[in-house]
Every structure is written in structure tokens, then in C-alpha cells.
T-cell receptor, first 110, second 113 residues
């Protein structure tokens, strides 16, 4: 079974904090993705990575950065958290066509 | 026009009903079509995957793709309360893991016992 593990299910952070969301996969896939999911807006792609040390901006990269130092790990960084970044964050890997998701991190910024 | 349109619902049906969930799309380059199920506060899980036009059946679930109409459907037979979830359609232009998926916004389904 494909396994995509996100480090936290729930997080509460303060405005201005630097926040790290970690994602680890056990399938040796090259491609990893970070999405956020909000009611009425659906899934929106933040960043993705095709290989170690490579990254590409998605549709809403502002306020975020990513790091991929090892193939199995893809980190999403909120440089200075703001309340409008309160959301469900989902990491995914993509196989030949379909994507497999982690369980999600519900981040609240207060 | 959005690339993928999906009625957000909510859709509420009695147990045992046949459920029809649909998405329309505008990009004729899409060839791979998926349905995901997402329970509350969980990540989406892949339910069905089809390539090009046609039908695919898996137990109580049937996925249909009509590329000429740019329309995809998911049918759930003998629906159960455990089917209550948000259903997301997704599609991509081509095979190979380099292609991003485009998602619908999801339809919230409730099956009442």
C-alpha cells in the first residue's frame, strides 16, 4: 500500500511564526505535491517537486516555500504565518496518473 | 469557464438509493479521469480511475466517461451510510507522473439510514 505521512494532524500557530509542515512517502516517487483545501475553493496547488532539490510553483505559492533535500521528504514552509493561511494542507505523491494523499494537516493560525 | 465543474451539493439520499455524481470539463486534452472519496477531516483516497471514454465497474461503484460531451459520472448503487463523504473528480492531460491533476471542488454526499 502507498503510504504518505504528514507529520501533524492538527497544528495551532501564532501570526508571524515560521511553520514547517513535513511529508514523507515510502514509494520512492519522484513527484510530490502540496495542496491546500478550503470550503468552496476546493484543492489548490501550492508547490510541487519533480526531484530532489527541484521545485515548481503551483497556483498559489505566495507566502509559502518548500524544501526537498531527500527524495522521500517534502516540506512546506510558511515563512511568516498569517490568519489567511488557516486551512487544511494536503501532501500528495503522483504515480503514473493518479495521486495519493496524506491524511492532511489542519493548520489554524491565531 | 472553469476547467472542471462539479456541483458542490450537498446531496442527501436514503440508504439503498442509486447516487449519480457528475463533473463536466472544458479541456479536450484530458484523457485520465479519477474519482476520490474524502471523509471528514481526512485526506482524499482514490476510488476509481479510468482512461479515455467508457465505463469501469468496481463493486457498487461505476465510473463513466463521455469524452464527446466532456462529462464524467460516478454511480453508487445500494448506497450505504458509510458512503457519506465528499467526492472529488480529477483529471489529467496525459500519462506519466509529470502531469498535474485538475480537481473539481467536490460534492458532499450524505446517505441517511
Amino acid at each position: 500500500d502507498v503510504k504518505v505521512t504528514q507529520s501533524s494532524r492538527y497544528l495551532v500557530k501564532r501570526t508571524g511564526e515560521k511553520v514547517f509542515l513535513e511529508c514523507v512517502q515510502d514509494m520512492d516517487h519522484e513527484n510530490m505535491f502540496w495542496y491546500r483545501q478550503d470550503p468552496g475553493l476546493g484543492l489548490r496547488l501550492i508547490y510541487f517537486s519533480y526531484d530532489v532539490k527541484m521545485k515548481e510553483k503551483g497556483d498559489i505559492p505566495e507566502g509559502y516555500s518548500v524544501s526537498r533535500e531527500k527524495k522521500e521528504r517534502f516540506s512546506l514552509i510558511l515563512e511568516s504565518a498569517s490568519t489567511n493561511q488557516t486551512s487544511m494542507y494536503l501532501c500528495a505523491i503522483q504515480g503514473n496518473t493518479e495521486a495519493f494523499f496524506g491524511q492532511g494537516t489542519r493548520l489554524t493560525v491565531v | 469557464q472553469k476547467e472542471v465543474e462539479q456541483d458542490p451539493g450537498p446531496l442527501s439520499v436514503p440508504e439503498g438509493a442509486i447516487v449519480s455524481l457528475n463533473c463536466t470539463y472544458s479541456n479536450s486534452a484530458f484523457q485520465y479521469f479519477m474519482w476520490y472519496r474524502q471523509y471528514s477531516r481526512k485526506g482524499p483516497e482514490l476510488l476509481m480511475y479510468t482512461y479515455s471514454s467508457g465505463n469501469k465497474e468496481d463493486g457498487r461503484f461505476t465510473a463513466q466517461v463521455d469524452k464527446s460531451s466532456k462529462y464524467i459520472s460516478l454511480f453508487i448503487r445500494d448506497s450505504q451510510p458509510s458512503d457519506s463523504a465528499t467526492y472529488l473528480c480529477a483529471m489529467s492531460r496525459s500519462g506519466g507522473s509529470n502531469y498535474k491533476l485538475t480537481f473539481g471542488k467536490g460534492t458532499l454526499l450524505t446517505v441517511n439510514p
